[in-house]
């Protein structure tokens, strides 16, 4: 018979389980350039960290502002 912590790990992996599926993910498509600053790239979708970084913080700030990302 599982005890009381054995039942607490299998509700914390369901738990984890459900939060992983209903996660928004999105994937940007390659589309030859750097999304930042539209540098052509043979593969990825950013020249370098840094335009990356900061398409992110793009993205964030007009989720904040409220236009669609």
């Known amino acids: ?3 009381i912590i054995d039942q ?3 509700q914390e ?3 984890i389980s459900v939060a992983l599926a ?9 589309i030859g350039a750097c999304h930042n600053c539209d540098e052509t790239l043979e593969a990825g979708n950013f020249c370098d960290s840094d335009c990356r970084d900061d398409w992110e913080k793009e993205q964030k700030m007009k989720a904040l502002r409220g236009y669609a990302a």
């Open 22 to 30: 209903s996660r928004k993910t999105t994937t940007l498509p390659f």
């Open 13 to 15: 992996l369901l738990q």
């Open 1 to 3: 018979m599982a005890d």
């Open 8 to 10: 607490a790990n299998e």
